[in-house]
């Protein structure tokens, strides 16, 4: 538990420690604020809209007449979306959506743009689904990309796993903190809305995580750092933006197919007009206007019975193909998660293509009752006064939020390729690791309290001789190391400690050998930032790797390049440890500079194994 702890404290201080990571989060957490108020503004009006629509409606139906007009102009049906609505505002298939049900045999379904309409409109991404999806999702794929620093030193392929955990509980807050705004506007979620939510954070979740596991297995097949970042931003646009966009065109494709309405809409006309001629045939030579309404009633039913079902029929034919292509568009949109994110917020918006379908449906059977309502108030009452066909709130069609039908496909498709990529990143990451060495094990015996240079004939040699000793567990390696080799940025203090726990080393050790390497105060304030100076931290990775218990420490051209004072350091330390017992064994291709009496010149096959002493040599 102590090391999960420790591990824990280093992947916060590392996220939250660095000031760009805070002020993004703390500018993406502002304007998530911001467009959480203005979805909670946006509804609020809507319901005054709505207000003054059923206002509207009522005084129209005071202005008729006769049912006559009623027919013909009959009343509106306004699309209210749900209050979900107030996350998704603006990534919605639709806005401000309205059908006309009247006597006339063409659907109306309209989109207003008139007067202030036109400027309500304000492009998509600028609600919280849309922060999430542009700038959550570059976030998360520059995290994943960042959290892999380096695997050559202290590295531990969990705690990338522990970073991503720590990133996805600080989404889980805001958006949960984000989600209980509303209450305090007096808006509250229906319990299925809010078990509808859970789901959809629980996606978004499974959608950041997919982006910080690309990001990392990006970095992972990365040899160059700046390639990476070219890669992932390449990764980064295709995906928000090219796959969402082909997904549209795609859809926009399988619409070509359908038939046009223009096709319909003659072909409900034809059966209207067919009605109109036979009750101008029925009524020739009758006078009276009793007689002509019987003949109008017996006619009115048998085209409803007749020409009007099959106009019923063309209505839901048409709204059948709709709705099948729809499926399939959807079949298609699951398969990458970027789409599938697009078309979900679509649906949980309550304004997407199923909502339209809705409306549709909803209309179409408001329309057969209005004909019933119309023929039995023109042919049959005596009504002085118009009497309203619509009740209360009929004429609102209360849109509800919805998963996708594929929601659980489309979230696993996503969870199963992140997945994936953290698998291939773990694999890259153990063939990196478990390097077969092709060098031979040195045959000369290392006694006990010396320390011995190995003079390789070459880099590859040396390089070789050293992933050899490496995968001996008795052995400690030290490599020649920089600052971008080890996971830095939380000041020394941290760092000693952390690496310590994680390496199984004493911290006393640790600190003891850091004091001989020139550093007494490892808490000094100059020491706790998050740039240190390279050769601290060279020191802190020196000290930490020695005060192991292993009796054998194999140093690669650790002092190749560092200065003449570290060099003195770590050969005091290197004195020291001989003196408690250790061998030190130093591999390079050349010696600088020595005192050693040589005879002739060194010549060499493969290596070459000298016993030296640490004060007589020069190694940088």
Known sequence: MLLIGAKLKHEVAKIFRFWGNVIFLLIFTLVGIFFVYSGIVEYKNFQKEKALFITHEKNKVDLYVTYSQYGDYGFRVLYEP?????????????????????????????TSYKGRNLLQKKGFFKDLAGLFFLFGSLFMVYMGMASLKSEKIFFKFGNLILRLVI??????????????????????FAPEESKILLYFVLFLLCFLSFFYAAGL????????????????????????????????????????????????????????????????????????????????????????????????????????????????????????????YNFSCGELSSKGYSGYIDLVSYTLKLRHEFIQYYLKKRYESNDKKIIPFVKGEENIFKASSRLPGSFFVGGGLTLALTIFLFLASYLVFLRRSNRIPTAKKPQYKFRKGNTYFVLCKNDQFKNDLFTYYKAEK????????????????????????????????????????????????????????????????????????MAGDQQMIVVKDFLKGK??????????????????????????????????????????????????????????
């Open 82 to 110: 749900s209050p979900l609505s107030l996350f998704f505002n603006n990534s919605s298939v639709f806005e401000n959506l309205y059908s006309n049900v009247d006597m006339t045999e063409i659907l109306k379904v309209n």
């Open 217 to 340: 297995f990006i970095r992972m097949v990365s040899r160059k750092k700046q390639r990476a970042y070219i890669y992932i931003f390449i990764f980064w646009f295709v995906s928000v933006s090219v796959i969402p966009e082909c997904m549209t065109i795609f859809l926009h494709n399988k619409s070509q197919l359908l038939q046009a309405n223009e096709k319909y809409n003659i072909m409900k006309l034809e059966e209207v007009m067919n009605f109109e001629k036979e009750v101008q045939k029925a009524i020739v030579g009758i006078k009276t206007l009793g007689e002509r309404n019987k003949i109008y009633q017996k006619m009115v039913k048998h085209f409803l019975d007749t020409g009007y079902r099959k106009n019923t029929k063309i209505e839901e034919e048409i709204n059948n193909n709709i709705e099948k292509v729809m499926r399939e568009y959807e079949s298609v949109m699951q398969l990458y998660p970027t789409s599938f």
């Open 474 to 545: 008795d052995t400690i390696c030290i490599d020649n190391v920089n600052a971008d080799d080890i996971d830095t940025g939380v000041g020394l203090t941290h760092m000693l400690s952390y690496f310590c726990k994680i390496t199984g080393v004493g911290e006393e050790a640790a600190l003891k050998n850091l004091r001989m390497l020139g550093i007494d105060d490892p808490k000094n304030r100059k020491w706790n930032k998050e740039k240190l100076p390279e050769e601290i931290v060279q020191k802190m990775y020196c000290a930490i790797s």
């Open 563 to 620: 200065s003449r004072e570290l060099e003195r350091q770590f050969l005091n330390l290197v004195s020291r440890l001989n003196n408690s017992g250790k061998i030190v064994v130093y591999l390079s291709t050349e010696i600088f500079l020595t005192s050693l009496p040589f005879e002739g010149d060194i010549k060499i096959n493969s290596y070459k194994s000298f016993k030296i002493d640490p004060q007589a040599v020069s190694l940088r």
């Open 167 to 188: 990133l996805d509980i600080f989404f889980l807050g805001l958006v949960s903190a984000l989600q209980r705004l509303p209450k305090l506007f007096a808006l509250q």
